[in-house]
């Protein structure tokens, strides 16, 4: 069937039999050197960067599969806003192919969590993309799921037009924990799975409020990264 039926590389939309090919695939390679391993922003010596040192935020790590502007950017698009859902398979064989399965068994990751999306939200947009990543995630590395740990009220606001403050304000008391769910933080190394990581407030956010809640460690899995240069060698706090 794969001969009959090729496959079209997420990136480059190229007829080939992988979900992506080995051409893209060295673009997102070429992409993970020189981040920073807390917050994934560009840094200098592909370690800390000066702010994670200075102010470390509330998760532990941040890995990304590419930056926003890179050759996963219009396919995170067409995922995202033309409800082209298949692509997420796509994303997760890059992300392991990147980084291999024998990468999560050091993590020791228990449970990976979307970022919910408010109930006003989830009716417009008809599904949660960071939720159809995790379940894929689930499924490939053999780790739990839960869809509905996390609870989020609605903003009227676009966060994807506010600077760094405005979303930290905006984020305040936004995110809930499901008390009969509790079990599945406390004590647990958690991944949040998000599509794209901008300034990293929600992030920041939810992983204190999961600490706050007894989770041992928070790590972030991304898709895309924005590298803004205004948040270039700074970590989102």
Not at 79 to 84: A, G, H, L, V
Not at 198 to 225: C, M, P
Request: hydrophobic share 35%; charged share 20%.
């Amino acid at each position: 069937m794969k001969f009959l039926l090729p496959t079209a590389c997420i990136a480059c939309q190229g007829f080939q039999q992988s979900t992506i090919c080995e051409k893209c695939l060295n673009l997102l390679k070429q992409s993970q050197v020189n981040r920073c391993h807390v917050c994934a922003s560009p840094t200098i010596n592909n370690q800390y960067c000066s702010t994670c040192q200075i102010k470390p935020p509330h998760f532990d790590s941040t890995l990304c599969l590419d930056y926003y502007g890179g050759c996963l950017t219009d396919a995170m698009h067409r995922y995202k806003y033309q409800y082209q859902v298949a692509l997420a398979h796509g994303f997760i064989d890059a992300w392991i192919s990147i980084y291999g399965k024998e990468f999560y068994e050091s993590q020791s990751i228990d449970v990976v969590l979307p970022i919910p999306l408010s109930y006003k939200k989830l009716h417009q947009r008809g599904f949660n993309q960071s939720w159809e990543l995790c379940k894929r995630f689930s499924k490939k590395l053999r780790i739990k799921r839960h869809g509905t740990v996390l609870m989020r009220s609605h903003l009227e606001e676009n966060q994807a037009l506010a600077n760094k403050t405005e979303r930290l304000m905006r984020l305040s008391n936004v995110f809930e924990i499901d008390r009969s769910s509790i079990n599945w933080i406390q004590g647990k190394n958690i991944a949040l799975v998000d599509d794209v990581m901008t300034t990293g407030a929600t992030l920041n956010t939810i992983a204190q409020v999961l600490k706050d809640f007894g989770a041992q460690s928070v790590h972030n899995w991304v898709i895309l990264r924005t590298p803004l240069k205004k948040y270039a060698e700074c970590c989102p706090s």
